[in-house]
């Protein structure tokens, strides 16, 4: 990478005037907890059609936020206080948001228990006029962008979920009304609006269509049922919607299916599919809600997810015939109540009105292939698992393509297959290992499944057209022609890394580095190996490597900045983000297929945006990204197809120029086995050259890559390093790696060094260096201090300290068994402990508590789903027992993360004590030195509350 950019300029220049005034810029003062509240962070954009417009999500530490619209060709800015969820209407000329209430507001209406209600803003972006209406819960715009439907809020004390709703000429400003709105939904691209109407007791429930050009109002549907689940056909005029319907056989709720051809030929052509008309069609099934309908790519075919029924459950008592259950009854009076008609009189008639209350109990059995607290998080899931039909509307048939081994069924593009996933034949295995599962491909129009694969544990993608499938087996990627039922590999002869080595490396099946996408008409596939990105025909017959990032360690990932774009366009150029492994610098380069790349940014700073790091506008040659520093705030710039003379259109905490500021460097260091690594080093905000600082080491895996994140002083986000960086520390995060079985010790061998290479700058006071981390990096925090006493003190936040009783616990948040997580994920034990005692053993903090001299604060939550509470009881009993200095903070309620406010800024406060006492020798409090009695606790702990300025 040899291209400089303008951004690369400024950082230098800049630079140079801090040296060349480095005495007035130390005048400058730290941030204390009154600074905190102003700082804003950067959220999500939405850019107009035209690219004349972005909208911009802001926060702030005080709670405050805002939406910001800027123009993207001048400073014009507008400002909506609590603005959010913008939309511009399809030709740019209109920008709506909802507009919230203060936090502060919120809590007094929810104190008052009146609902919480948003409004919306309405700009028009030609002249400026804004337009504010009261209580809107949802909104939208037509396809043609020329027409706005709003929806209120239902009442209050209203069981049905109808609300008035309006919608709006945006030329004119004419307006109509309707009442008893359950849903609605715009025709795409068109200016049909169908609406749903679910109304008190039902009066009234239909489907509506509203012509707004005509002003025409029809009805297409009216019952006495519930209607859901509006959806239209793709840049055409068919609707589908989903009707109620129960039956006292069952206890679920089922549904017709009602479709719509050529709305915008009058009323259009109606097809049902009414099960209980033709029973055979879905023998003992259902359609079901949860899987929205979505129409083949020709509208020939409705897709509906259909699952089997569930049958009112018999009456336990029901055994035998009438007169049998009354004479059951007669005996049970006599043996219960003889000789006292009155008492015998009562009991008998409480028996027959009482049902019998069920045990409060759980069976869990080792056979259970999906343990039963996995199978109670996933209840919902389990409820609404369902396989996909195909509704032929020319000839009414409905094959039903789940199959019945389908645990998980997708639709390919174009409608042309549907892929079903049989977990079945692996299930036994995957309780412990790595979840395997066969994969089967039905075709829609005859029904027929035929087999694809065996044995693949990453998921299986399709293609844009439904032509290909592929998926990563091994150490390549493969693909099968659904036309032609061949499979090939398609990697193993261009000479890639397409593996991810660095990604927990004990898995019986290793992860990939991604597609990037495909090339139009599915010609060629776009794959990521470790720096390059591939261009791999489909069908086998070869590839190319379009990039040349493994010569420099540059890694180069493809990008697509049109959002609606489905495939890359092989005529036109294809941008690349670019990151330097090794320098941390990023920026995009852009090239046509086959031809030399063209560097377009290379900056030493950090690069991304709408969830990637470039967008374009839809109607115009106007491009997007994010760029941050650590010394500089996150900003939006938008710019042309060449990505130069970019213009800053956000500007984002201003203020920081009046404070004193850390920066950040690299330092490098190789590990106890040889690996070259780095960590990223942030200076104090206040650094002095000459004097030497305390420093907090943050650790997880690999942190480096973080270089020039930008950190907003957020006390909530109790890990802050840009906090502790104004509280007079140097921040070290190291990057971690690992050998299998040895987590602890690969840490320990990978730290020491690391600690040793920031040391050899002289820098750093050796005896004021603390450490820290949590869940993981809790573990490795606390595995650390029981075998160097190389940090002064350390705080654990919810680690991992045994991991022979971890191992046997449950992630209760998702209900799954520790053991997969240790054998085959982040743990790489790759056994259990009863094979390998001596790794298990070895790699325990629990079981060298005799050799912790550092003092050590522990946090956790009672109700941690991720990491089991009694990991830190246990330490903190051993601790104790062996006499060791430990303080275990314990909050009520919480889980993996603290998620109250109150306690996140306690144990944030907590730990600047803990670590101001240790590193820089400030006064102990007494919870530090010898703890505090319950009684006093119970009083109340000490807070600091979010200081709003």
């Given at each position: 990478m040899t291209s400089t950019s303008p951004f690369r300029l400024l950082v230098l220049a800049a630079a140079t005037c801090v040296l060349a005034s480095g005495a007035s810029a130390q005048q400058k003062p730290t941030l204390t907890p009154d600074d905190y509240g102003q700082w804003e962070t950067l959220g999500q954009a939405t850019l107009a059609p035209d690219g004349l417009w972005l909208a911009v999500g802001i926060s702030r530490v005080n709670d405050e936020a805002e939406l910001r619209i800027h123009r993207t060709d001048s400073d014009s800015v507008v400002v909506v206080p609590f603005g959010r969820s913008p939309q511009f209407s399809e030709d740019g000329a209109w920008l709506a948001y909802a507009i919230g209430i203060s936090p502060d507001e919120r809590d007094a209406l929810q104190e008052r228990r009146e609902p919480v209600r948003?409004?919306?803003?309405?700009?028009?972006?030609?002249?400026?006029?804004?337009e504010t209406i009261e209580d809107i819960s949802s909104f939208s715009f037509s396809g043609d962008g020329r027409h706005l439907a709003l929806r209120r809020y239902a009442p209050e004390e209203q069981e049905s979920a109808g609300a008035d709703a309006i919608v709006r000429s945006l030329a004119s400003g004419a307006s109509i009304s309707f009442g008893n709105v359950g849903a609605l939904a715009w025709q795409d691209e068109g200016y049909l609006l169908a609406m749903t109407v679910d109304a008190e007791d039902r009066v009234g429930n239909g489907v509506r269509l509203y012509d707004p050009e005509s002003g025409r109002i029809s009805s297409l549907d009216t019952d006495d049922a519930e209607y859901r689940q509006l959806s239209w056909?793709?840049?055409?005029?068919?609707?589908?919607?989903?009707?109620?319907?129960?039956?006292?056989?069952?206890?679920?709720?089922?549904?017709?299916?009602?479709?719509w051809r050529n709305l915008d030929e009058g009323d259009g052509e109606a097809l049902v599919l009414d099960p209980r008309e033709?029973?055979?069609?879905?023998?003992?099934?259902?359609?079901?809600?949860?899987?929205?309908?979505?129409?083949?790519?020709?509208?020939?075919?409705?897709?509906?997810?259909?699952?089997?029924?569930?049958?009112?459950?018999?009456?336990?008592?029901?055994?035998?015939e009438e007169g049998d259950e009354a004479e059951g009854d007669e005996e049970r009076g006599d043996a219960e109540g003889e000789g006292d008609e009155e008492g015998e009189g009562e009991e008998g008639n409480a028996g027959d009105d009482e049902e019998e209350e069920r045990a409060g109990v759980e069976i869990w059995h080792t056979l259970d292939v999906d343990p039963v607290p996995q199978q109670r998080v996933r209840e919902r899931l389990l409820r609404q698992r369902n396989q996909i039909g195909a509704w032929h509307l020319a000839d009414g048939r409905f094959l039903m393509l789940g199959g019945d081994r389908a645990d998980q069924t997708t639709l390919l593009e174009g409608g042309g297959h549907v892929l079903n996933r049989d977990e079945t034949p692996y299930d036994v295995d995957a309780m412990f290992n790595q979840q395997f599962y066969d994969l089967y491909a039905a075709d829609t129009g005859s029904g027929a499944e035929s087999l694809v694969r065996e044995r693949i544990t990453l998921a299986a993608q399709g293609s844009p057209e439904g032509r290909y499938v592929v998926w990563f087996e091994g150490e390549d990627w493969w693909s099968h022609d659904l036309s032609s039922g061949e499979t090939r590999n398609i990697t193993a002869d261009l000479g890639g890394t397409f593996v991810n080595l660095d990604l927990t490396p004990t898995r019986q099946q290793m992860p990939a580095f991604g597609l990037a996408g495909w090339t139009e008409d599915d010609e060629a596939v776009l794959i990521n190996d470790r720096w390059d990105v591939w261009e791999v025909q489909a069908d086998g017959s070869g590839g190319r490597r379009l990039t040349r990032g493994a010569e420099d360690e540059v890694r180069y990932r493809a990008m697509q900045p049109d959002r609606e774009a489905e495939a890359f366009d092989p005529g036109e150029p294809i941008y690349y983000s670019t990151y330097g492994q090794w320098t941390k610098e990023a920026g995009f380069s852009r090239a046509r297929l086959g031809q030399d790349l063209e560097s377009l940014i290379w900056d030493d700073a950090s690069y991304g945006?709408?969830?990637?790091?470039?967008?374009?506008?839809?109607?115009?040659?106007?491009?997007?990204?994010?760029?941050?520093?650590?010394?500089?705030?996150?900003?939006?710039?938008a710019t042309g197809p060449d990505l130069d003379d970019a213009s800053q259109v956000t500007r984002t905490n201003p203020f920081q120029d009046d404070y004193a500021w850390g920066r950040t460097e690299l330092v490098e260091y190789e590990n106890e086995w040889g690996r070259r690594l780095q960590g990223a080093l942030t200076y104090p905000a206040d650094y002095e050259p000459g004097r030497q600082y305390p420093m907090?080491?943050?650790?997880?895996?690999?942190?480096?890559?973080?270089?020039?994140?930008?950190?907003?002083?957020?006390?909530?986000?109790?890990?802050?390093?840009?906090?502790?960086?104004?509280?007079?520390?140097?921040?070290?995060?190291?990057?971690?790696?690992?050998?299998?079985?040895?987590?602890?010790?690969?840490?320990?061998?990978?730290?020491?060094?690391?600690?040793?290479?920031?040391l050899e700058t002289g820098l750093i006071d050796p005896d004021r260096i603390g450490l820290i981390g949590h869940s993981w990096g809790g573990y490795q925090t606390t595995f650390f201090v029981t075998q160097d006493n190389l940090f002064a003190s350390a705080v654990a936040g919810a680690p991992l300290t045994n991991l022979m009783s971890m191992y046997l616990s449950f992630y209760w948040n998702s209900g799954g068994t520790d053991a997969r997580i240790f054998e085959i994920s982040q743990g790489r034990m790759q056994v259990p402990w009863w094979e390998d005692w001596d790794s298990y053993f070895n790699n325990s903090p629990v079981h060298h508590i005799e050799n912790l001299d550092t003092p050590l604060l522990m946090m956790f939550g009672t109700e941690d789903g991720a990491v089991e509470f009694n990991q830190g009881v246990e330490f903190y009993n051993a601790a104790r027992r062996a006499g060791k200095h430990m303080v275990l903070l314990v909050y009520e309620g919480e889980n993996h993360g603290l998620a109250e406010e109150p306690n996140q800024l306690d144990y944030q406060n907590r730990i600047l004590e803990w670590f101001g006492h240790y590193l820089k020798g400030d006064p102990a409090p007494d919870w530090i030195t010898k703890g505090v009695p319950y009684l006093q606790q119970k009083d109340g702990p000490r807070t600091r509350r979010k200081v709003v300025s």
């Open positions: 948003n409004d919306m803003g309405l700009l028009n972006l030609r002249t400026g006029e804004q056909r793709e840049e055409a005029a068919d609707l589908v919607v989903l009707k109620t319907y129960t039956d006292d056989e069952h206890e679920d709720t089922a549904h017709v299916a009602l479709a033709s029973p055979t069609r879905l023998p003992g099934q259902r359609v079901v809600e949860h899987r929205s309908p979505s129409w083949s790519e020709d509208g020939s075919i409705l897709f509906l997810g259909y699952q089997e029924r569930i049958p009112v459950p018999e009456d336990e008592d029901a055994g035998g945006s709408f969830g990637g790091a470039l967008r374009k506008a839809r109607d115009a040659d106007v491009f997007v990204f994010r760029r941050e520093r650590f010394d500089d705030s996150p900003d939006y710039f907090i080491v943050y650790h997880y895996e690999l942190l480096s890559q973080g270089l020039h994140q930008y950190q907003v002083p957020d006390p909530t986000r109790y890990y802050n390093q840009q906090i502790w960086t104004h509280d007079g520390y140097f921040v070290f995060r190291p990057d971690i790696v690992y050998r299998d079985r040895r987590p602890g010790q690969s840490n320990v061998e990978t730290l020491r060094p690391a600690v040793a290479a920031v």
